[in-house]
C-alpha cells in the first residue's frame, strides 16, 4: 500500500478500515544471504539499502526488543552537516542530501523539517573557531551564516543578551540542519525494508556468533541458530558486547546521554539552538514539548537512565541562556547508551573475521547518520569495500593513529 494525500482521505471516508499491516511479522529462516544484528536506525538502513541499491533481499534484521526501542526513538532529532574534518564532512554532507529526499524515497513521513540550527559562540576564540568551521562547510558544498550579536537576537529575541557571564557574541547558522521525528525514521525504513522483501524479527537477541575457520557462519538466537555468510553488528551501544560474541575487544565505551521534554506549548523556539559555553540545546517538537539536552554522565554505563547531577547540569545552562524556561514544567527525561569512541568518530568496517562486519561508534550523534550509515554499510556488506564517503570510518584507525578528532579534545571517550 502506498501512502498519499488521496488515500488519507479515502480511507477516511470509509472509517480508516482499509489500512494495511506497515509491516509483517515473519518467523526466522534457517539461512539468509546476510544478517543484521540490531533493529534500530543504522540496522534498518542498512537493511534497506542492501535491497534497494544492491538486490538483497535475502536478508534478516535481528533485534532483541522492539524496532525502534533503542536510541534511533530516545534521541533529540538533531540532523546537521557541520562537521569539520576531511572524513567526517563528506559523510555528513552525503546524509544531508540523503535526508533531503527521505520521505519521497521511503513513501513515509518522517518529519524532516530544515528550520535551521544555530550554535551560539560567546568569546572572540569561540567565533573564529566557528567562522573556520562555517568555511569548512561551504568548501563541503553545505550552508554556514555567521550571525552577529545582533544577527542573533533578531532570530532567537528570547535568550537572555543581558546576562554578562556568558554573553552572545552571535552564532553560526546552518539553514539546512533541524529536526527528524526519530521513532517514524524507523518505521520507514522498516516499512520499506519489509517491502522490499527483508525479514524484520522483533524479540530475537542474538546470543552468540558461529566462526569457523575465520568466516562468520551465522548467529545463535534466543529464537534458534540462523545461518548467514554475512553478518553486520549494528546495536550502538551494545557494540562491546556483541563484538565481544566474536572474540573482539572493540576501541568503545558506553556511556549514557539524558533528555528532557517539557509540556506541550505554544509555538516559540522555531530553531534548533546550541550553547556554546557548556552542553545544552533546545529545539521544539511539532507536538509543542521543549525538547534538550546536554552532556553525557560521564562514566560508563548500560543502564538506560541517567543521574542527577547532570540534570542539574542541564537545567543551569537552559536558565542561563533562557530563563522563560524556568515556568515550563518538564514532562519526562529518559537515558540512552552511547556507543562512544575515543575519537568521537564512527566505525564502518570489515574486521578481521571473513563476513563479519561493524557499524558502531555514533557517540550522541548517530540519529543525523542514519541514511548515509546505512548507505555506506550495506555498500561495504554487497561489495566488501569502503564506500568513498566512509573509507575513513576504519577499525584500525586507533592503532594507525589517524584519527578523526572532531572536537579536538584527545582519545578519551567521555570528553566527545
Ligand atoms: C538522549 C539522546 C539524544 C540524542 N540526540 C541526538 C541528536 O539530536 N542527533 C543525532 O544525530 N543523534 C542523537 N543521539 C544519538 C543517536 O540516537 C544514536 O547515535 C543512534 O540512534 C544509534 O544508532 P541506532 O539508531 O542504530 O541505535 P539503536 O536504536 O540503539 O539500535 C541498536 C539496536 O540493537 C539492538 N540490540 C542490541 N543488542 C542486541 C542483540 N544482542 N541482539 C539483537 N539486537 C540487539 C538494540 O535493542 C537496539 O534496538 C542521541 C542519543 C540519545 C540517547
Redesign the pocket.
Known amino acids: 500500500m502506498r501512502y498519499s494525500g488521496l488515500n488519507v482521505i479515502m480511507q477516511g471516508l470509509r472509517g480508516n478500515k482499509g489500512w494495511a499491516q506497515a509491516w509483517r511479522s515473519p518467523s526466522p529462516k534457517p539461512e539468509y544471504d546476510a544478517i543484521i544484528?540490531?533493529?534500530?536506525?543504522?540496522?534498518?538502513?542498512t537493511a534497506y539499502y542492501l535491497a534497494r541499491n544492491h538486490g538483497m533481499t535475502n536478508i534478516a534484521v535481528?533485534?532483541?526488543?522492539?524496532?525502534?526501542?533503542?536510541?534511533?526513538?530516545?534521541?533529540?532529532?538533531?540532523?546537521?552537516a557541520n562537521y569539520f574534518l576531511p572524513g567526517n564532512s563528506e559523510f555528513y554532507s552525503h546524509s544531508m542530501k540523503l535526508w533531503e529526499g527521505l520521505e519521497a524515497d521511503l513513501n513515509y513521513n518522517v518529519m524532516h523539517s530544515q528550520r535551521g540550527l544555530i550554535n551560539l559562540f560567546h568569546s572572540d576564540g569561540q567565533r573564529d573557531a566557528f567562522a573556520r568551521r562555517g568555511n569548512a562547510m561551504i568548501n563541503q558544498g553545505d550552508d554556514a551564516e555567521l550571525l552577529d550579536r545582533e544577527g542573533v537576537r533578531r532570530l532567537l529575541p528570547y535568550l537572555d543578551f543581558e546576562q554578562t557571564r556568558f554573553p552572545i557574541y552571535g552564532g553560526l547558522l546552518h539553514r539546512r540542519g533541524g529536526?527528524a521525528r526519530?521513532d517514524a525514521v524507523?518505521w520507514g525504513y522498516a516499512r520499506a525494508a519489509d517491502q522490499r522483501g527483508v525479514d524484520l524479527i522483533q524479540n530475537?537477541?542474538?546470543?552468540g556468533i558461529d566462526i569457523e575457520n575465520g568466516q562468520v557462519r551465522g548467529v545463535q538466537?534466543t529464537r534458534g541458530a540462523i545461518r548467514a555468510k554475512k553478518v553486520g553488528i549494528?546495536?550502538?551501544?551494545?557494540s562491546s558486547?556483541?563484538a565481544a560474541?566474536a572474540g573482539m575487544r572493540l576501541p568503545i565505551e558506553s556511556h549514557?546521554?539524558?533528555?528532557f521534554v517539557t509540556e506541550g506549548l505554544k509555538p516559540v523556539i522555531d530553531h534548533v539552538i546550541s550553547f556554546g559555553m557548556g552542553h545544552f540545546?533546545i529545539s521544539q517538537s511539532d507536538k509543542g514539548g521543549l525538547v534538550f539536552?546536554g552532556d553525557l554522565d560521564f562514566y560508563a554505563s548500560y543502564a538506560?537512565r541517567g543521574n542527577l547531577p547532570m540534570v542539574e547540569h542541564v537545567m543551569e545552562a537552559g536558565m542561563t541562556l533562557m530563563p522563560m524556561i524556568g515556568r515550563a514544567k518538564v514532562l519526562r527525561s529518559?537515558?540512552?547508551?552511547?556507543?562512544m569512541s575515543p575519537d568521537g568518530s564512527p566505525i564502518i568496517d570489515k574486521t578481521h573475521i571473513d563476513g563479519l562486519y561493524l557499524?558502531c561508534g555514533?557517540?550522541?550523534?548517530?540519529?543525523?547518520?542514519?541514511p548515509a550509515?546505512g548507505w555506506c554499510m550495506a555498500h561495504l556488506m554487497a561489495t566488501d569495500q569502503p564506500h568513498e564517503v566512509a573509507r575513513r570510518f576504519r577499525l584500525d584507525r586507533f592503532a594507525t593513529g589517524h584519527l578523526l578528532d572532531e572536537e579536538g579534545t584527545g582519545s578519551q571517550h567521555n570528553l566527545h
Not at 37 to 45: A, F, N, W
Not at 62 to 69: A, D, P
Not at 204 to 207: D, F, H, I, M, R
Open positions: 544484528i540490531g533493529g534500530g536506525g543504522h540496522g534498518l538502513s535481528l533485534e532483541k526488543g522492539y524496532l525502534g526501542g533503542g536510541n534511533v526513538g530516545r534521541n533529540t532529532t538533531i540532523v546537521r529536526t526519530h524507523a530475537c537477541e542474538v546470543t538466537t549494528v546495536v550502538a551501544g551494545r558486547q556483541v560474541m549514557i546521554l539524558q533528555a540545546y539536552g538506560a529518559w537515558g540512552g547508551i552511547m556507543d557499524d555514533w557517540n550522541y550523534g548517530g540519529f543525523k547518520a542514519v550509515s
